[in-house]
């Protein structure tokens, strides 16, 4: 038998033992004789099973092999020679000794004498060498050890006492990527694919047995786990092993098949999962945000295989080699991942800012998911606040009440005549930062609606449970906002947060349910619930019941929470006797990864515990905090907070990770900041006194999309009068908020006469940098920065790229870009150059363009001819396709779905790629001139395009279907080159956008493009050449051919900074030098780039003393103008 042949073997023994066929297991173990397995040999001679411990030793060896043989037969023969004669049957002793001991007196006639004289004997024990025989039990044991040493020795056993190490359910993920690989070649592939059979290969066709209706991602189990009595059904109906309702078993293939999050090990041998008729097959590793059409991402590292194939390939980002074809297997770089940011303990908020007093002990507080210096607080009295942290005002406070007493229960009416308080259990923010939701221990929850400001407006209140309302968090099952909740009544339920309708109810739990974590992998929702006796559930949106049921580690009270890119699961809690577990769960492997050491024996109430930056876990425990990397199980660092806190504090980290609020034993609260979090609070702390406040009608801006750096939030804060209508930026949520006028004070009107534009004209007024540069210099085309915020890319028009990153060190400890320290042009060792096809056409005629994979680590790139994939750490090209004729002239990757790519053509059309395949899944036409700019919206599910004709269009992204266009309004009296490029750019909302032409900035909202807002610069500028948001979107950075730049305020296109270009420019009266493109640092809202005419790349920023790009125009309104549009000219200086 040939060694696969072996393997295989060996992979059906694993998958029969994780399906619990435990007697085909041992047939084929002896049958094969491949693997001898000791522990059920020991439990058959334990037993006294000796017919089958000779049946099962025959396949491996026999009594006259060799003398260890022969030994190994003789001891279990004489036993049961030995139990027949205490047992005073003679009649058996006979039979045995004639059957199976005569054999031996060939070899040995005197023992064979010997044996059978002791049926003389009335007690063999007479027999001087058998008088220390005890009872049968020892005697038992005694032989079994020296049976185990004898196969140990005996060669014939050699390589088959140890089973070879396999991933769990090995047999099962390898049929999935058979099942997987066949989608891929499937020619129209479909979501969901019905997997039938595996009698037969799968086809997407409409007559196969194994037909599909839809793309399945390659990460897909395709194949769930086989049910079993008593066992646990494993997630996703279209697997071919079609589930049995009922109890899963503790082999499950993954927490969501195989694999995903995973069970304990004292709970699960294998994966956990869950299954449901109405659900998509499974996921392997969750993502964010959800894909309607996954696939393959870019991987991180080369692949040489690679430049074998012949046409174009997907690789993921995130997704292990084993589930890519073999032919593409991807060769891993872990030194060099460029674009991962190292950390350090410098990057914890440690250094105590600021204390707050209370008033009663804090038992929850959640920081606001935008406005991220905004804290959110419930305490023990029922008590919620809101603070500002920049200024350390308490914004707003509601004291426990029951809205409508009159219409809750009689219970809960009893309870409150009796004792009218009740603890706050859990206060939380929407995604969106739109809402706030509170759970009180007495039966209810309140839902507030905020505003900005102070204004925190009565929303909804539900009677959730009978008793206390242990948690709450907000999930989007169906493209719905909801709310779910847990009780004491040991229910979970999900109620709509518009109208406070309940929608789901689930039952299961035997004990008080203490947590819930809602998630979504891909297109499955789902709801993790763990309750006070250890148990965790999860749930579909479904009534079928819990699908996972398994103790948590210690039988603890637990709560899960994910890192925030949604790709490691956590979980902390606390067990009745005080003993306390922080783990982190392999969602590939159905078992706890890693345990991390450090926590308290006997801790004092229920460790809390909160994750920041992908990177760090931190737990109140032992009146300090701790911290763990996510990836080393030691503790790698403490702080007491100069002392003062409660034994298990609360603790809470802002979005980024740069501030962490700690409960303390005087009802307080400290606040904790690194040096990002100390700065973002002095920058709002001097900003209070530029911009007037404005207690009403502010209105909280957007959810970013993007990440935030430390002046950010600043921005947000001080300019209060967000003119952007709310959208929350969870799946498509679409809730409207009133548009309430603001009330400004004398003092503000005051300072509105008092304002002035900003200008920057010498080089003492601002930090620039021209970034180092050796290689022969080309007009800028194309300027980003990596994602990571560490490099900027660049494409020239020779269609060569550069590539500049900086170094962390003692100088720049975050490794991020910054003008104060010059990074280094990087290039790979080999000293190649990443330089685009340019085909027979002359690169100065073409059209440069490319665009980033969100890992950083690939290029999609075109200069007039094919569109090359270039490898950004080894700068290999990994391949090329569709050559022109038409070029490409813009390229934008799907936001859910690396391996689709909207291509903007020269010839005006828009093919949807799909890399994976090297297939044009469809053309869009509208456009009469050639696309010049594309943007994609994962909230609306569109895609917009301009072009060259000054036409804005909106493509349905779920059937690419044409749903409006709009033409650009060309102001009066300015006249459009007639190829003058349109650019578009979604704010981090993704409703609202703007479109850049030479003679303006327009915003739109969509999908219906309503212009709500126009700009048009001074003649004296020159054209518009390029603009962008900054990252968060409070700022428009603008270019003009004379060699200046803009700062707009986003909400209102008020020009309020002009940055001319003696100010960052070497004078050179005979060389005419602008922009052409400009960059937003991703997550330094006060930081951009320039790509000049002459090839030079610069990087500005403000003075470390301003902190930002000049003080915030007066407003006029305190929203977009729902009006047609209104021509907003440049000020002029004053």
Known sequence: ?????????????????????????????????????????????????????????????????????????????????????????????????????KVFSAFNEDLFKEITQLLTLENFRDNEQLSKYGDTKSARGVMLA????????????????????????????????????????????????DIKTLFIDHSCGQSQANGAR??????????????????????????????????LPTSLAGWMSNPAPAAHASASAGPIGFNSSNNAALLKRPRTPPSNNPAIDYQTADSEHVLKRSR????????????????????????????????????????VVMTLSQGSAVKSMDFHPVQQILLLVGTSTGEVMLWELGTREKLAQRNFKVWELGSCSMPLQASLANDYN?????????????????????????????HGGDNLQDKLEIEAHVGSVNDLAFCFPNKQLCIVTCGEDRLIKVWDANTGAKQYAFEGHEAPVYSVCPHYKENIQFIFSTATDGKIKAWLYDNVGSRVDYDAPGHSSTALAYSADGTRLFSCGTNKEGDSYIVEWNESEGAVKRTYIGLGKRSVGVVQFDTTKNRFLAAGDENMVKFWDMDNVNLLTTTDAEGGLQASPCIRFNKEGILLAVSTN??????????????????????????????????????????????????????????????????????????????????????????????????SQCRSLRLPDNISAMRVSRLIYTNSGSAILALAANAVHKLWKW?????????????????????PTSGILMTNDISDRNPEDAVPCFALSKNDSYVMSASGGKISLFNMMTFKTMTTFMPPPPAASFLAFHPQDNNIIAIGMEDSSIQIYNVRVDEVKTKLKGHHKRITGLAFSNVLNVLISSGADSQLCVWSTDGWEKQTSRQLQIPAGRAAAPLADTRVQFHQDQTHLIAVHETQIAIYEAPKLECLKQWVPREASGPITHATYSCDSQSIYVSFEDGSVGVLTATSLRLRCRINPASYLPANPSLRVYPLVIAAHPSEPTQFALGLTDGGVYMLEPLESEGKWGTLPPENNAGPSSAPVTANLDQPQR
């Open 422 to 450: 009740a603890s706050v259990n859990r206060v939380i923010w929407s995604p969106d930062g739109t809402l706030c939701g509170v759970a009180y221990s007495k039966h209810i929850i309140h839902l507030y609606a905020y």
């Open 807 to 827: 170094q962390r060190n003692e100088r720049n400890t975050s490794g991020k870009a910054t003008a104060s320290i010059a990074p280094q042009l990087w290039q």
């Open 666 to 763: 005087e009802n307080g609260i400290k606040v904790l900041a690194n040096t990002d979090g100390i700065r973002l609070l002095r920058t709002v702390e001097s900003r209070s006194f530029d911009s007037p406040r404005i207690a009403q009608g502010s209105i909280v801006k957007p959810p970013a999309m993007g990440t935030f750096a430390a002046s950010t939030v600043a921005a947000n804060l001080v300019d209060r009068v967000a003119s952007t209508p709310p959208m929350a930026a969870l799946n498509g949520d679409n809730r409207n908020l009133p548009d309430v006028k603001p009330r400004i004070t004398d003092e503000s009107i005051d300072k509105s006469r008092a304002w002035k534009l900003i200008e920057i004209n010498e080089p």
């Open 312 to 351: 174009p390939f997907g690789l993921s980002d995130d997704q292990a080699s084993n589930n890519l074809p073999v032919n593409i297997l991807p060769v891993g770089y872990p030194s060099q991942n460029h674009g991962q940011s190292s950390f350090s303990t410098d990057d914890l908020p440690k250094a």
């Open 1 to 101: 038998m040939s060694s696969l042949s072996r393997e295989l073997v060996f992979l059906i023994l694993q998958f029969l033992d994780e399906e619990k066929f435990k007697d085909a297991v041992h047939r084929l173990e002896q049958e094969s004789g491949f693997y001898f397995n000791m522990r059920h040999f020991e439990e058959m001679v334990t037993n006294g099973e000796w017919d089958e411990v000779e049946k099962y030793l025959s396949g491996f060896t026999k009594v006259d092999d060799n003398r260890y043989s022969m030994k190994i037969f003789f001891e279990i023969r004489k036993q049961k020679y030995l139990e027949a004669l205490d047992k005073k049957d003679r009649a058996k002793a006979v039979d045995i000794l004639v059957k199976d001991l």
């Open 146 to 193: 020296e049976l185990k040493k004898l196969i140990e020795a005996n060669p014939l056993f050699r390589d088959k006492l140890n089973f070879p190490t396999l991933r769990n359910s090995r047999l099962r993920t390898l049929i999935n990527q058979s099942l997987n690989w066949q989608h891929q070649l499937c020619k129209n592939p479909k979501p969901n694919p």
């Open 214 to 247: 839809a793309p399945s991602p390659v990460t897909n189990a395709l194949m769930g786990g086989l049910p079993k009595p008593a066992g646990f059904p494993p997630l996703g109906a279209h697997g071919p092993f079609q589930p049995a309702q009922g109890p």
